[in-house]
């Protein structure tokens, strides 16, 4: 049912935009003359900036909805968002068989077109074939890649929807994410004492010692199947004639279980903080909970749809777990239960990110049948 060549042009025309987080408008402006050329009813939420402070992005997030045309039928959503994890002016983009890449210059931007493009070909054909559906709110998000910030801001009064769909996951098309984990990041600040380091360096206290001596003791990379943990920026020091005074470092923990979430922080900032005290230094910690896991079971209503519909379409269907987080998280903790799809973007956040076109045109099929899912003309 899907129009190939239409949904290619439509992934490349994407892809060419430049939409860095806090500057999604353009996509914003493509989206809403592309939806309401077939009859969608867009709209945007103030998540902009209008009324919050500071301003997140030059656009609000975008809700589309296609008026339900069988009576009854009960509102679903499906999710993108415009934003991309680094800008690509000028991209190159190169169409080798069924993949589509960049010269290895820039990011393609598949993450997360390879959602957005099938969502739009999907609306279009079951406008064009007038197939059987309820209403359905397509939303896309701002700022995702920086912490799911759009999808934090979303004004959920406009939306109908109880329940809904991310598309925003590595192949294969047909795989239900169902369960992601919760992330905590830190922003930690070792204090030291300064000191010439030829004259006298038994005055100071080097931060940088510190700071090793901690990562050290700390568990960190994979600590289970479900929990991972890292120090993923380090900041400090001006000369080798100084003792360093202070170090900054960024780190992050996430579980799918909230239990060993709270462990795996208890430990760091036990490690951190026993550490400068053996020195004589401070440990200042700032953490920050950035979203909540969840897990779905096979039979609740939203993994089944996705499930069932997948069949249909002849997709393998699975349900996987994944150690990263989404929009989804949020529309989860927000009380709209939702479940990631699997989509045709490989090698994310990377100069190598691609796509497959026959995943591509099977992520539409897929997101059809979603919509088409239990619903019958009476
Ligand atoms: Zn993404
Ligand atoms: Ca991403």
Request: hydrophobic share 45%.
């Amino acid at each position: 049912m899907v129009d190939r060549d239409r949904l290619v042009e439509t992934f490349l025309t994407l892809c060419r935009i430049n939409s860095p987080a806090h500057s999604e408008a353009p996509v914003a402006d493509w989206l809403q003359a592309n939806l309401e050329a077939i009859g969608m009813t867009c709209v945007r939420d103030d998540a902009g900036g209008a009324a919050s402070s500071p301003s997140l992005s030059d656009t609000g997030n975008l809700i589309a909805t296609l008026a339900g045309n069988v009576p009854g039928a009960e509102p679903i959503f499906f999710a993108a968002h415009m934003d991309t994890v680094e800008p690509n002016p000028g991209v190159t983009i190169i169409v080798d068989g069924d993949i589509i890449k960049t010269d290895g210059t820039t990011i393609l931007g598949a993450d997360d077109r390879a959602g957005i493009a099938p969502i739009v070909e999907a609306m279009r054909v079951l406008v064009e074939r007038d197939l059987p559906h309820g209403p359905i709110e397509a939303v896309f998000t701002v700022c995702e890649e920086v912490g799911l910030l759009g999808a934090k801001a979303l004004d959920l009064k406009r939306l109908t929807a109880r329940y809904g769909f991310v598309l925003d996951s590595s192949p294969p098309v047909g795989a239900v994410v169902v369960s992601a984990p919760s992330q905590d990041s830190f922003e930690v600040t070792i204090k030291g004492r300064p000191a010439h380091a030829g004259a006298e360096p038994e005055k100071g206290i080097s931060a940088i010692e510190v700071a090793a001596a901690a990562i050290n003791a700390m568990h960190l990379g994979r600590i289970d199947h479900e929990t991972t943990a890292n120090v993923g920026v380090i900041h400090g020091g001006e000369a080798t004639n100084i003792v360093c005074p202070e170090v900054v470092m960024l780190a992050e923990a996430r579980s799918r279980d909230p239990k060993k979430l709270a462990a795996q922080v208890e430990h760091m900032m036990h490690v951190w903080k026993s550490t400068a005290a053996q020195y004589g230094a401070e440990a200042h910690i700032q953490i920050e909970h950035q979203y909540e896991a969840y897990s779905f079971g096979e039979g609740d209503p939203v993994v089944q749809r996705a499930l069932s519909a997948a069949r249909r379409v002849g997709l393998a269907a699975t349900t996987k777990s994944v150690g990263g987080g989404s929009d989804a998280n949020v529309f989860n903790a927000r009380g709209l239960p939702t479940c990631v799809l699997g989509t045709a973007m490989s090698g994310v956040h990377t100069h190598a990110e691609r796509a497959a076109i026959s995943d591509l045109c099977a992520t539409a099929e897929w997101v059809i049948a979603i919509a088409a899912e239990g619903v019958r003309k009476p």
